[in-house]
């Protein structure tokens, strides 16, 4: 039975990726480092406001992207923010826990819909002229989760969202992978490697991209040192 609890403890830990537990009464601490990457989700209401944003764009954003994806849209950074910013709020207390530093707000530079579709990929690349970049999944078909389900290799498969840091070395955790669900919402910083892989089937993948600047000092760039 104990060795029983002490599994479940395990288990318990790996799964919520909580800093700290005890185990067979002995308390340990796990220090989480380098970038941080945020996840939540959008409601259905907020994400239909959303795709309503995106079904107006027009204007061709493809020359300032690495997609290799032929709709690429720019959109309403005003109205874009204007729907997020209570999630943006959540972004300031993570960014707080993690960083240990207050976040006043960040500005958004640059928003555009990316309509993917069987064949289409994003290649592994970073953004410029910005401090955090973001992706919300606003369509996500079920026959690209079928084919998701359906995948046989290694990785997280088709239409998969991934993160990579520096390269692969032993143990060390280099790299995340995400299937992803409608609404799902994710903000990292500028230079976080990012691609996300192709798929098959005759349907459209649709996210929604934007690229903010925070507006305190960014002592990770100016080289100030919290105090």
């Known amino acids: 039975m104990k060795s029983e609890k002490k599994e479940s403890a395990k288990r318990s830990y790996l799964k919520a990726g909580e800093t700290t537990n005890t185990q067979a009464e002995l308390e340990y601490t796990m220090y989480h480092w380098g970038?941080?990457?945020?996840?939540?989700?959008?409601?259905?209401d907020d994400i239909k406001a959303?795709?309503?944003?995106?079904?107006?764009?027009?204007?061709?954003?493809?020359?300032?992207?690495?997609?290799?994806?032929?709709?690429?849209y720019k959109i309403d950074s005003?109205?874009?923010?204007?729907?997020?910013t209570p999630y943006l709020k959540a972004y300031q207390a993570a960014y707080k826990t993690w960083y240990s530093l207050n976040l006043r707000g960040v500005e958004t530079t640059a928003a555009w819909v990316n309509y993917m579709k069987a064949g289409e990929s994003n290649p592994p690349h970073i953004h410029h002229n910005c401090h955090l970049s973001s992706s919300i999944i606003l369509d996500l078909p079920e026959v690209v989760k079928q084919e998701q389900k359906d995948w046989k290799g290694t990785g997280e498969g088709p239409a998969a969202l991934n993160f990579f840091v520096a390269n692969p070395q032993n143990f060390?955790?280099?790299?995340?992978?995400?299937?992803?669900?409608?609404?799902?919402?994710?903000?990292?910083?500028?230079?976080?490697?990012?691609?996300?892989?192709?798929?098959?089937?005759?349907?459209?993948?649709?996210?929604?991209?934007?690229?903010?600047?925070?507006?305190?000092?960014n002592i990770f760039e100016n080289g100030k040192e919290k105090a």
């Open 50 to 72: 959303l795709r309503a944003i995106c079904d107006k764009a027009d204007e061709t954003w493809s020359d300032n992207l690495a997609g290799i994806i032929e709709g690429e």
């Open 78 to 84: 005003a109205a874009y923010t204007k729907i997020i």
């Open 172 to 217: 060390h955790t280099n790299s995340l992978g995400f299937k992803g669900e409608v609404g799902d919402f994710f903000i990292f910083p500028w230079n976080l490697t990012h691609s996300v892989n192709n798929f098959r089937s005759d349907s459209t993948r649709v996210t929604l991209a934007a690229n903010f600047k925070i507006l305190d000092d």
């Open 35 to 44: 970038p941080l990457l945020f996840k939540t989700t959008i409601n259905p």
